[in-house]
């Protein structure tokens, strides 16, 4: 069975780094792109970027996050990352972690992390 | 960037009868290969969202074939035949026609009346 099992809460302060995960299992994840998603608290999804986890060089960012998160993956433990140098409490909301098919649709989703950016 | 826009934001539905969503975008989404890169998803209350449509009209594995995706090129259309109660929830339309940035419509709450 193909999951995506994503890392639990966080809460963190202003300033403070952080990376959260995503474990894939039932499948390499090597073999597919995976993208990462923002929901803030009662609003909608937001994509922030994908990455191909064959070779950890290839990915993409929307503006609006670029320069702020690092998508990054570990091909050798089935795992992928999203992580900030410098979170802002504007951060706080669920990520998701998903998993594109050939046609680039997500097919399979994670969990959510939620992650609390509060001083 | 691509921007996609939901109508209505807000659909109060009565279970048996038909609903729909439309989603229109700023540019094309008909690529050179002859697909429409429109997914459509569906995030039920305190739930992950999941696929519903994809490549515009072709329904993933399992989903009910109450659901029906139409459109090409800017304008799409998610039937449902009869609403069901547990198809309420958040719909949201996404683009990946452009690969290197992928988006996202505003959504649509569907809830029974």
């Known amino acids: 069975e193909v999951q995506l099992v994503q890392s639990g809460p966080e809460v963190k302060k202003p300033g403070e780094s952080l990376r959260i995960s995503c474990k894939g299992s039932?499948?390499?994840?090597?073999?597919?792109?995976i993208n990462w998603v923002r929901q803030k608290p009662g609003k909608g999804l937001e994509w922030m970027g994908r990455?191909?986890?064959?070779?950890?060089?290839?990915?993409y960012y929307s503006p609006s996050f670029q320069g702020h998160i690092t998508i990054s993956a570990d091909k050798s433990i089935n795992t992928a990352y999203l992580q900030w140098s410098s979170l802002k409490a504007s951060d706080s909301a669920i990520y998701y972690c998903t998993r594109l098919n050939d046609f680039w649709s997500a097919n399979y989703w994670g969990q959510g992390t939620l992650v609390t950016v509060s001083s | 960037d691509i921007v996609l826009t939901q109508s209505p934001l807000s659909l109060p539905v009565t279970p048996g009868e038909p609903a729909s969503i439309s989603c229109r975008s700023s540019q094309s989404l008909l690529h050179s290969n002859g697909n429409n890169y429109l997914d459509w998803y569906l995030q039920k209350p305190g739930q992950s969202p999941q696929l519903l449509i994809y490549l515009g009209s072709n329904r993933a594995s399992g989903v009910p074939d109450r659901f029906s995706g139409s459109g090409s090129g800017t304008d799409f259309t998610l039937r449902i035949s009869r609403v069901e109660a547990e198809d309420v929830g958040v719909y949201y339309c996404m683009q990946s026609v452009q690969s290197s940035s992928f988006t996202f419509g505003p959504g649509t709450r569907v809830e029974i009346k």
């Open positions: 990455i191909d986890p064959l070779d950890s060089y290839t990915h």
């Open positions: 039932g499948f390499t994840l090597s073999n597919y792109w």
